[in-house]
């Protein structure tokens, strides 16, 4: 090939990897809609999940088993979510089933959880806070220094930027004793000073332990919890409840969720009753009350949701909300069986992702080649061959740039 042709094809090149790019994002833009579903509780009164329409509906207020309720229906049978309001009013129930309800113990058992993909799949800066977890006061201090714990553990002053050698070896020492093994794989904690009380960390070593690392009193607190040995910890989601009744939620390689109960100083993981799901790319949401927890998972497909019962965690019932349908897939599924992205839900990282979508998007790549053998009419059979067989394999993008490519006209394709 002379000088100019491989100029062309550089330029075809790019150009098209570009438009794989920017006329599926043009397209997206205009048609995408983000999935909303009906906001879901499992109601202590009717025991089925009850749920709330925000689309407008005239009648937005149902159960999974499609029974119509009133807003006041729908409130009285909520009395574990709605209990504030109910007591204002005055028609909070004095007890459900046989179970006297306390305002206080309502308020201590209510919790709420969320897990998004991108939790685990944001890049980390790597320094960590490290809180007092008994302090003199009654809200927690920042600290004046930092951590690392990836090759050691080193703590570096916030001001001078130097490294507390004290602190350092003080806590390197009670992790080798602990029998952690560097360096870390993994270490996650919730370094927001707007919580009740803090625990620490969980970091899981080289050899696949997970070990609770906190301070107590300015001393290093690090304990095995021996987790390893019955599930292969993939990723921990620390959420200090005030009923102080778990550390936070464990997830395994499989897929399996679990909470890590604090059993008189020994860790003790109780699986909750669900389906295992993909940690890297689906999202769950669960709300707990004195008697039963909502687990929803979203997904791809749609939404999975549980009720489970609050001390066994054993489900109790389940339904399936189907995803609502999307304008973006179905034009992506018929004009792009390959597109390019830089942007993904699961992750805050940039980075190039190809999308396969359907066999029968090859139809768009079909009609690309015939306008190509048409729509360059003025050149030679040699290249009205090569523009159709580079539509045929690039679709759309292939065709637009064939038309926009600098120098078109002038630029010849030999046979070889």
Known sequence: MKGKQIVFVLILIFVTVAGLWGIPELVKTATYT?????????SSIQKKFLMRESDGRKEPYHDDEGKIYSEKEYDSSLPLLNYRQLTVNGEMPEKIDSLVLDPREIRVKQMTFRYSPSEKNTPETGLYIMYESLPKKAKLESPGDVFRLKES????????????AEKSELFQ??????????????????????KPYDEGYFSLDAEGKLFHVKMVNGRPYVRNTQIALLAEPAFFSMLEVADKRFYGFLF??????????????KYKPVQLDIAPFDIDRDEIMIMGNLMYWTVSVQSDSGKNIYALETESLKQLRSTFLEAPANRWHNFASWLFPVYLDFKATNTEYIAPNLHFTHFHALTANLISAIIAIFAFGNVKMGRRIFNSIYSLVFGIAGLASLFFVPFFEKIRIKDN
Do not use: H, M
């Not at 983000?34 to 499992?42: E, G, S």
């Not at 703590?155 to 130097?162: C, K, L, R, V, Y």
């Not at 020492?173 to 952690?180: E, I, N, Q, R, T």
């Open 34 to 42: 983000k999935a909303r579903y009906p906001f879901v509780y499992f």
């Open 153 to 164: 553990i080193e703590f570096i002053d916030a001001e001078s930027n130097t490294v507390n």
């Open 173 to 194: 020492s009670a992790l080798l004793k602990a029998g952690f093994v560097f360096p870390a794989q993994w270490t996650y904690g919730n370094l927001s000073i707007r």
């Open 252 to 265: 395994d390689k499989k897929g399996n969720s679990y909470i890590l109960e604090a059993d008189d100083g």
